[in-house]
């Protein structure tokens, strides 16, 4: 079966160390989206990429950073600099074109907890 | 600019009573409608989508929505709910080319089901 693979479901993180989230796919969709919920705020949107070696900042992108070297990959890292890093982050997908709607096709989340 | 509302953060209903949950929109053109369900600690789960046609539309596990142009509305309904039933759903617009991504996401409604 097509999907969206995250991992790890549960992260735990000290204070000042780097962490990064994997996000792999197999639908061959060519974009890909990284997600942060906190209770209440709903979804903000990290980075997301069109396509192979190109991805552009979201709404909060400070603190973060991606890359997309591979169709099927889309790894997030949260540094150091992000100040508030405690969330739960959801990856997506989607297939732009011209008959683009914007479904977006979403893995089943990693937490991360800061300790 | 373009936006989604959902008026309830937080509805409680009976097991077996009718839901209906609301979601207004405010889009420059012609909108692609989305509800999404999610599971505590879980991934977005599509539930139903409207693109074009008929303005009622039917989704999985039951639901039903309904796009009303004339009031920039896309109310989910279910007629008989289910315990099962308790999550947040989220409605989203789109396409959108934004820093907000490829949807615009509303910042949810929390559905709890009592006995």
């Known amino acids: 079966d097509g999907g969206i693979t995250q991992s790890p479901k549960y992260l735990f993180r000290k204070e000042g160390q780097n962490v990064t989230l994997s996000c792999e796919q197999n639908?061959?969709?060519?974009?890909m989206y990284w997600y942060r919920q906190d209770p209440g705020q709903g979804l903000r949107l990290i980075y997301y990429?069109?396509?192979?070696?190109?991805?552009q900042k979201g709404d909060i992108a400070e603190g973060y950073s991606v890359s997309r070297e591979k169709k099927e990959s889309f790894p997030l890292t949260v540094t150091s600099a992000q100040k508030n890093p405690t969330a739960f982050y959801l990856c997506?997908?989607?297939?732009?074109?011209?008959?683009?709607?914007?479904?977006?096709?979403f893995g089943e989340g990693s937490r991360l907890t800061v300790l | 600019a373009q936006s989604v509302t959902q008026p309830d953060i937080h509805i409680t209903v009976s097991e077996g009573a009718s839901l209906e949950l609301r979601c207004n929109y405010s889009?420059?053109?012609?909108?692609?409608l989305f509800w999404y369900v999610q599971s505590p600690g879980q991934g977005l789960q599509l539930l139903l989508k409207y693109f074009s046609g008929d303005t009622l539309v039917q989704g999985i596990k039951g639901f039903e929505a309904e796009f009303k142009r004339s009031q920039s509305s896309f109310n989910l309904r279910k007629p008989s709910v289910h315990w099962s039933d308790a999550a947040e759903y989220f409605c989203?617009?789109?396409?959108?080319?934004?820093?907000?991504?490829?949807?615009?996401f509303g910042k949810g409604t929390k559905l709890s089901v009592k006995p």
């Open positions: 989203a617009v789109g396409p959108y080319g934004g820093s907000q991504g490829n949807l615009i």
């Open positions: 639908l061959n969709h060519d974009a």
């Open positions: 889009y420059g053109a012609t909108p692609y």
């Open positions: 990429s069109q396509i192979v070696n190109d991805f």
């Open positions: 997506a997908s989607s297939q732009p074109g011209h008959q683009n709607t914007g479904e977006l096709f």
